[in-house]
């Protein structure tokens, strides 16, 4: 039941459901990673069952597609679905210009390849993701096993020169062992605490041997809905320069909160 909900995850609903508003019938969707996507596709799940809503969804990691079957979504590969008309995704932080550090969960790789598949990249997220600067969440940086070491090594020595605060690097875990990414990378956290210049720095790191992608999406998102604890949303659009706000009504009985075998 909706009266159940956390105030994060009521900000979190809020704005999943109004993003999926922007699904229209027929559309090749994009779906992202983590706790906030995750009420997105159950609200896509939502309005397939009511509404009988068609559309192809790309997942973008293992879990997605997991709860996207479970709850009634066809799910294709990016390759088979070829390009996507809309791509709805969490993120870790995001800036005044949409810029935004993705990669909390380990999906940076698939997310950032889908989201730069899709004629448009909506980020859905509650206030606390909003950041002047860049960098308080560590940026994560997907690297290849062989060889890890001296590419974390490449990265602290690339740091030295860049507009950051911190530069002090870790290896993410699971538990006693690397954590492993859907393609079979590790993940490299960078605790940079404020990131200068974002877009120099995404460019600088793609091209250390070794680095498979960074969890900086510069110029990808083109709106970004914030909701709130009260169901109220601000809509944000980059390329309209607009900003709106609404009320998302919070039903109890509402078939999204049902647990999902």
Partial sequence: MAADLSPIDKAKFAAARRAVDFVEDGMRVGLGTGSTAAWMVRCLGERIRDEGLQLIGV?????????????????V???????????IDGADEFDPDLNLVKGGGGALLQEKIVATASDQMIV???A???VNHLGAF????????FGWQVTR????????SMDVMGRQTSLRLNGQQPFVTDEGNYIVDLHLN???????LALV????PGVVENGLFIDICDKVIIGGTDGKVEIRDINEGTVANETIEFAEDENIFRDID
């Fill in 77 to 87: 590969a990016l390759d088979e679905a070829k390009w996507l008309d809309i791509t």
């Fill in 194 to 200: 404020r990131i200068g210049n974002p877009r120099q």
């Fill in 205 to 208: 790191l793609n091209q250390i």
């Fill in 124 to 126: 859905i997220t509650d």
């Fill in 138 to 145: 560590p940026l994560p940086v997907e690297v290849v096993p």
């Fill in 128 to 130: 606390s993701k909003e």
């Fill in 153 to 160: 090594a490449l990265i602290e020595e690339l740091l030295d």
């Fill in 59 to 75: 997942p973008t990691s293992t879990r997605t597609a997991d709860l996207a079957r479970q709850v009634g979504i066809k799910v």
